[in-house]
């Protein structure tokens, strides 16, 4: 007996179990062979053809193929690779909305086997000449009497099949649980839309072999059906991205040409010896490994060219280990030097590399959308977007859960608002762990919550849906749908059905293309720069070089720049106090989640701390990191040093670590490297400790070429902001990223003496702009103003400035709460002439009834009725309405709001004049970072502010426990600590907060205050 017809959790929304589950639960069965046929899909083909190598189970590769509209279920059995290219068509046209059943089965069934109980459907196809078996499903019934006799007649094979939809019998409530969602209903009136089907388990061969006793023939015959399905996946090799013109080699001598010109823009045309050298090795290579077709293809996506022949202009960051290669920092892909920085091109691509490496290109995050479209449209039919595979996590399941248990939304947002991600990181059930955090010290958790969680638990981790990679793109010489099932995201664009590691594992060749809010900021500044008369030659900026911008990094003041603004970035950049290039890239890369203790010595060795290198074994390898291992590729180079790794085991080892399987895959080379180093007389507690560093490289970390690339961007935004503070704060808040709020970078322009305009009609652009001292507010900043607002704000005034509010108001036609938060915000103060916002709002009121009244005539009248004497809100009554629109305050900050506070407050401005000592102050939550001790306790880092300044805290455990319940950004509080200092950079250590009164708390989004 064969398991024909079994599904797993990738089926998605449909059972219960995983690839790896399944594998298991065969083998422990007995089974020698297993076929997995989820619904639609080939999501977890990569996971399953892995687990069946694990488990040396031979692999049946298939899928259920069901109607789009009809319920007739076929399911395909590949017997070699031509029914593999079928079966990915058939699935690419049903996610296309495309699939005949009965023509395309007909007429791509080549290599395929198709089983169905639909007799009718049966009958076309064989009468087509289609390989079809009837399915009898996992027990004989009436039903499948009636079709084994048809199969009999048609001397067609009639198999048995276990038509398995769970993991283990225990999973009935999973799986109802798992509909329910699917209909977006609750278990209880699940019949209503779905009526109950029986689903089944995978049961040992004896049991079928058992039932079928009264029908002798069907058990061979499965037997022999499975036997012919000899094909055990796909095995493309590596398949390159095609370059359109590459005939007879032309590819190679084109990158050639290409290559040795932009050397000459980069270095001048007299090209010394270095740069030949290097050239020269890195196009032998790209050649010799049939790489050269791939570097064309993203020089021609990046340096495409518009309508007019011309090149668009566009701001790039290649990144990630193709930042190593020369070639690819001479067509312009990357923007670091690789000489100068001493960037290894063997790190990207070496003759002994069997998978295939990827090159990573930033662009602007509002143009990647163009990018993406105008690559899939250039390789349409070619071309597709590799998929995100969106499991449950635990938010996710217990929102789920509760509502397929008839919970109010309500009382479910309460809990998972306030629910951690870490809290699927600690032992105990889920109950258990959500008691403990301190977030939820006040959360009911009494029924039906136990029994909600209990089944939440088991959820997660199981597939949900597909959603986009955030920019791989796939391209291929032949129809994409030859070599992997394509469907449709919700946005429209096609989308593979395997992730990145899948993607991988089959050998397509991917080009991330990604968005960057920070090139955005980086772009738009430097163009307001040079709008206002600046010079800056970019071909030949080279800001890390600045004295000014290098001050500025060491002091830590970069918050708005990419990837160095962080709280920890920050106080890492304060404590090492040089503003080097070098050292930012170290600083980039060291500073993961599971390498704390690493940062502290860096900071300790790079201050003159004595340090030996890691063990005499490795020698001199990591000595520009001061004898710690800070980038992706010093894992590989301490496995060859110390453990002798060939080259290729050691580069696996490195990749592994970032893998979602890697746990089963990691003992081999843990145990690999534990005996190698032990040959090499390696004592064990050497072997452990380097081990554990290695292992802080798990699931986050850089390779140096990354980092030098980010670190180039970080100073390009250093140096326009320590220069051109306005233009560039006022880029950052226009690009609505970074790691802080709107309010937050108000504050820190404020800090940087900059003055803050309100929005004004007649002058504010829909964007924030920067000019000399000054940044005025954007239209974009006031909250319920819609986009084509904005635009006919712009637009209409374009022809004639507004003279006053009734003419603002007939032309532009805003809609009440519109009209409201433009009047709140300090938008048409210019239009009255006291700037008395309770005139304004009379006056809109009075132009909204007269509007009303003279409906029926061509003309709006343009005299109002004459105002009685209003008086101007109260300054309090004023901000809170301000803050409510805008979510900042203009000329204070919201600490104004919250009324007299308590005497004695130390200013945070003046927080290091009190190192070693107790104090209290007041601060207004920014953001926080919510971090596990070693214990698996949980603390977090917090950022507050008050008028004058920035003061980063710890919460250690027990502080947090007692105050993480009121803890909010976006509204102030009274602490109570220690003032600290570690290498110059300043913390405080929290033991009390109090939240300041509720009642005086300004609240964002009130426009209609």
């Known amino acids: 007996m064969v398991p024909l017809r079994v599904r797993s959790s990738y089926s998605l929304l449909r059972a219960t179990g995983s690839p790896a589950a399944l594998c298991r639960l065969a083998v422990t069965l007995g089974y020698a062979t297993l076929a997995l046929t989820d619904r639609d899909n080939l999501y977890g083909l990569w996971s399953f053809l892995a687990a069946c190598r694990r488990e040396q189970l031979h692999p049946i590769v298939g899928a259920e193929l069901s109607e789009t509209e009809g319920d007739r279920v076929v399911t395909c059995l590949v017997k070699n690779i031509d029914g593999y290219r079928n079966l990915s068509l058939l699935l690419s046209k049903r996610h296309a909305g495309e699939l005949d059943v009965e023509k395309d089965l007909g007429g791509h069934a080549e290599g395929l086997f198709l089983l169905g109980r639909d007799r009718e459907l049966l009958e076309i196809l064989h009468q087509q000449g289609v390989q079809v078996a009837a399915d009898l499903g996992p027990r ?58 029986v689903q089944y388990v995978l049961e040992p061969p004896s049991v079928y072999r058992e039932r079928f006793a009264v029908w002798p023939e069907v058990i061979g015959a499965t037997e022999r059906l499975a ?93 990630g280990s193709g930042a190593a290669s020369l070639v690819a920092y001479c067509l312009e892909i990357t923007n670091v030097c690789p000489i100068k920085h001493n960037l290894y091109f063997e790190r990207f691509l070496n003759p002994g590399r069997t ?83 301190p977030t939820l010290r006040d959360q009911d958790l009494s029924e039906p919550w136990p029994e909600i969680l209990t089944l939440a638990a088991r959820l997660i981790g199981i597939p949900r849906y597909l959603s986009v990679h955030p920019g791989g793109v796939v391209i291929t010489p032949r129809p994409i749908r030859e070599y992997v099932p394509v469907e449709y995201a919700a946005k429209g664009v096609p989308i593979i059905q395997w992730e990145k590691d899948g993607t991988e594992e089959a050998g397509l060749v991917k080009i991330d293309i990604l968005g960057n809010r920070s090139l955005g900021v980086i772009r738009d500044a430097v163009k307001a720069v040079q709008r206002q008369g600046g010079e800056l030659d970019e071909m030949h900026w080279n800001p890390e070089d600045d004295q000014r911008t290098r001050s500025g990094v060491a002091r830590g003041t970069t918050m708005g720049c990419f990837y160095i603004e962080s709280p920890a970035m920050r106080l890492l950049q304060q404590k090492a106090g040089s503003g080097d290039f070098e050292q930012l890239v170290i600083q980039s890369s060291i500073i993961r989640p599971a390498a704390n203790e690493f940062v502290r010595e860096y900071v300790r060795r790079l201050h003159g701390g004595a340090w030996q290198p890691l063990h005499p074994s490795v020698g001199d390898v990591l000595d520009e990191t001061f004898g710690l291992m800070v980038y992706q590729e010093d894992v590989s180079r301490v496995a060859v040093a110390m453990a002798g790794f060939s080259h290729a085991r050691a580069d696996g080892l490195r990749k592994v670590m970032s893998k979602k399987d890697k746990e089963l895959r990691l003992a081999d080379y843990r145990e690999q490297f534990y005996r190698g180093c032990g040959e090499r007389n390696i004592g064990a507690e050497d072997i452990d400790r380097v081990w554990k560093m290695m292992m802080s490289f798990d699931g986050y970390s850089f390779c140096k070429p990354h980092s030098a690339s980010y670190a180039r961007v970080s100073y390009q935004a250093a140096y326009l ?89 007939s032309r532009v036609l805003p809609a009440e709460d519109e009209a409201r938060a433009l009047i709140h915000a300090g938008g048409m103060d210019s239009l009255d002439t006291g700037g008395n916002r309770t005139m304004l709002l009379w006056q809109w009121a009075s132009f909204q009834r007269n509007r009303t009244l003279s409906a029926t005539h061509t003309l709006f009248p343009v005299r109002l009725p004459e105002p009685p004497p209003l008086s101007p809100p109260d300054q309090r009554s004023r901000l809170m309405r301000e803050y409510g629109v805008l979510g900042f305050l203009c000329d204070y900050h919201p600490m104004v709001l919250m009324g007299r506070l308590p005497g004695g407050l130390v200013k945070m401005v003046d927080a290091p004049r009190h190192v070693g000592r107790r104090i209290r102050c007041a601060g207004w939550l920014l953001t926080g970072k919510l971090v596990s001790t070693k214990t698996g306790e949980v603390m977090e880092f917090l950022t507050f502010e008050d008028d004058t300044g ?60």
């Open 950 to 1009: 920035m003061l980063e805290t710890t919460f250690f455990p027990e502080a947090y426990r007692r105050a993480a319940h009121i803890l909010q950004s976006g509204r102030g509080y009274i602490l109570t600590g220690i003032v600290e200092a570690d290498y110059g950079a300043l913390t405080l250590t929290v033991e009390q907060v109090s939240a300041i009164g509720e009642g005086a708390r300004p609240r964002p989004g009130s426009a209609q205050l």
């Open 355 to 437: 998978d295939p490496p990827d090159i990573d290109v930033d662009f602007a995050w509002d143009e990647r959308d163009t990018v993406l479209q105008e690559v899939l449209s250039d390789f349409a039919g070619h071309s597709a977007m590799v998929a995100n595979h969106i499991m449950f996590q635990p938010r996710m399941a217990i929102r789920e859960t509760a509502k397929a248990f008839g919970m109010p939304g309500s009382e479910i947002s309460r809990l998972t608002k306030r629910l951690p991600w870490l809290a699927d990181r600690n032992e105990g059930s889920l109950q258990q762990r959500l008691e403990q955090l």
């Open 227 to 319: 036997a012919e399905c000899a094909f055990a996946g796909p095995a493309f090799g590596i398949i390159m991205p095609p370059w359109r013109h590459d005939h007879e080699g032309e590819a190679g001598r084109m990158l050639r040409l290409k290559a040795y010109q932009g050397a000459c823009r980069r270095y001048g045309d007299d090209l010394g010896e270095p740069v030949v050298e290097r050239l020269e090795h890195e196009l032998r290579v790209i050649e010799e490994m049939g790489y050269s077709s791939y570097f064309l293809v993203v020089r021609d996506i990046v340096h495409r060219k518009g309508a007019d022949g011309h090149r668009i202009k566009r701001r790039i960051c290649g990144r």
């Open 140 to 197: 004989p019934t009436e039903a499948g009497r009636s079709l084994r006799e048809w199969a009999k007649l048609r001397g067609v094979p009639a198999v048995a099949t276990p038509d398995s939809a769970l993991g283990k019998e225990e999973d009935q409530d999973l799986y109802l649980l798992l509909r329910a969602i699917a209909h977006n209903t609750s278990i209880s009136r699940l019949g209503e839309v779905e009526p109950p089907e």
């Open 721 to 809: 902001k320590h220069h051109h503070p306005a233009e560039f704060m006022a880029a950052v808040i226009s690009n609505q990223g970074g790691y802080y709020s709107t309010m937050a970078y108000v504050s820190e322009a404020k800090r940087l003496g900059l003055t803050i305009l309100h929005p004004d009609v007649n002058r504010s652009n829909e964007r924030w702009s920067g000019e000399k001292r000054t940044i005025r507010v954007g239209l974009q900043a006031i909250q319920g103003l819609s986009q084509k607002s904005m635009a006919r704000i712009v637009t209409t005034r374009e022809q004639r400035s507004f003279s006053d509010p009734v003419d603002f108001w």
